[in-house]
């Protein structure tokens, strides 16, 4: 999976395409809903629906290049928003944890909403 993090504002630095994205961490989702045990043994449940902002892309990479990464991490640091586009759409996120150790990279993005709709 190819994966393009860029930054919200003109940035000559701004632009990271990561390639062999390992897809675990990208296509998982949630429903806003619940579940209550009720007196009489069955269940209630709340169901609110999915929202793209439910979701946080768990990017994850192994690279030798530094200058992707370090162009990924001073863009998580600079930031507040990202946009990140994946073979599913285009997304507005905010950066969450990043790590790099050994030539394996990750960031996680928390998504606020989906922009290519």
């Known amino acids: 999976m190819i994966v393009s993090i860029c930054a919200p504002t003109f940035d000559l630095g701004g ?22 045990a009720t007196l009489d043994g069955d269940a209630a449940f709340n169901d609110f629906g ?41 997304y507005i ?4 944890q990043f790590n790099f150790n050994n030539g394996s990279a990750q960031i996680q993005i928390l998504v606020e909403k989906r922009i290519d709709q």
């Open 15 to 36: 632009q990271a395409l990561i390639q062999d994205v390992k897809p675990d961490g990208m296509l998982g989702f949630r429903r806003r809903n619940n579940r209550i």
């Open 50 to 90: 999915y929202s793209e902002a439910d979701r946080t892309f768990d990017v994850q990479w192994t690279t030798s290049d530094q200058d992707q990464v370090e162009t990924i991490r001073r863009m998580a640091k600079t930031y507040s928003r990202v946009i990140v586009s994946t073979n599913e759409g285009c």
């Open 93 to 96: 996120g905010a950066p969450g």
